[in-house]
Nanobody, 125 residues
Framework: VQLVESGGRLVQAGDSLRLSCTAS????????MGWFRRASGKEREFVAA????????LYGDSVKGRFTISRDAFGNTLYLQINSLKPEDTGDYYC???????????????????WGQGTQVTVSS
């Protein structure tokens, strides 16, 4: 399965944005999924994750209350709703699929074995 992110663009601080991650060549119905981001010159950072059924999610401390992760029922698309964008949200955003099926979402990169190429979000002040 190939993961393709979309929705990143240049926005202003305070704006909202929705990122999508679409699966091609299959689905990720039975896998937990996650979003990570990398700012220029920094390590990749955990943003959000959702369990395989979509019933539970968890978030990085820096995005709690502003970001919402969700997934469609068909296992084809993962979303990240971002509200109240800040300049420090600027970066490349990646979706990822866990290696194991039927698991909870996890903030640990090592638990993911399939990554998209990323979509760029730039927030101007």
């Amino acid at each position: 399965v190939q993961l393709v992110e979309s929705g990143g663009r240049l926005v202003q601080a305070g704006d909202s944005l929705r990122l999508s991650c679409t699966a091609s060549g299959g689905t990720f119905t039975t896998y937990a999924m996650g979003w990570f981001r990398r700012a220029s010159g920094k390590e990749r950072e955990f943003v959000a994750a959702i369990n395989w059924s979509g019933s539970k999610s968890l978030y990085g401390d820096s995005v709690k209350g502003r970001f919402t992760i969700s997934r469609d029922a068909f296992g084809n698309t993962l979303y990240l709703q971002i509200n109240s964008l800040k300049p420090e949200d600027t970066g490349d955003y990646y979706c990822a699929r866990t290696a194991a099926r039927y698991t909870s979402g996890t903030p640990y990169e090592k638990e993911y074995d399939n990554w998209g190429q990323g979509t760029q979000v730039t927030v101007s002040s």
